[in-house]
């Protein structure tokens, strides 16, 4: 049975940083792309960044250069760190594994808020 849990979210001032964390299990966690997707109130959900299991990265132009994605293989766990938080990162946060650079893979975590105020 395949889950991805996420944890990490909270409530941070604007410029602040966190670490989100997707822990997984049931699929070989190595050899799978993985990416940080969100979702803002009343907007479609995006990609944040991926992680490709070639070892390549990409991300959203609105993150560059503030947040980091990584990953521990041996842990079976996916990162997101996160630098000088704006107001409109605020979004539920979602782990996705399975998927590529234009599509979403078929496993998806339940989401952990992220909330930044100023």
């Known amino acids: 049975q395949v889950q991805l849990v996420e944890s990490g979210g909270g409530v941070v001032q604007t410029g602040g940083s966190l670490r989100l964390s997707c822990r997984t299990s049931?699929?070989?966690?190595?050899?799978?792309?993985m990416a940080w997707y969100r979702q803002a109130p009343g907007n479609e959900r995006e990609m944040v960044a991926l992680?490709?299991?070639?070892?390549?990265?990409y991300y959203a132009d609105s993150v560059k250069g503030r947040f980091t994605i990584s990953r521990d293989n041996a842990k079976n766990t996916l990162y997101l760190q996160m630098e000088n938080l704006k107001s409109d990162d605020t979004a539920v946060f979602f782990c996705?594994?399975?998927?590529?650079?234009?599509?979403?893979?078929?496993?998806w975590g339940q989401g952990t808020q992220v909330t930044v105020s100023s």
């Open positions: 996705n594994a399975g998927g590529g650079r234009w599509a979403e893979g078929p496993y």
């Open positions: 049931g699929f070989t966690f190595r050899v799978y792309n």
């Open positions: 992680s490709k299991a070639d070892g390549t990265s």
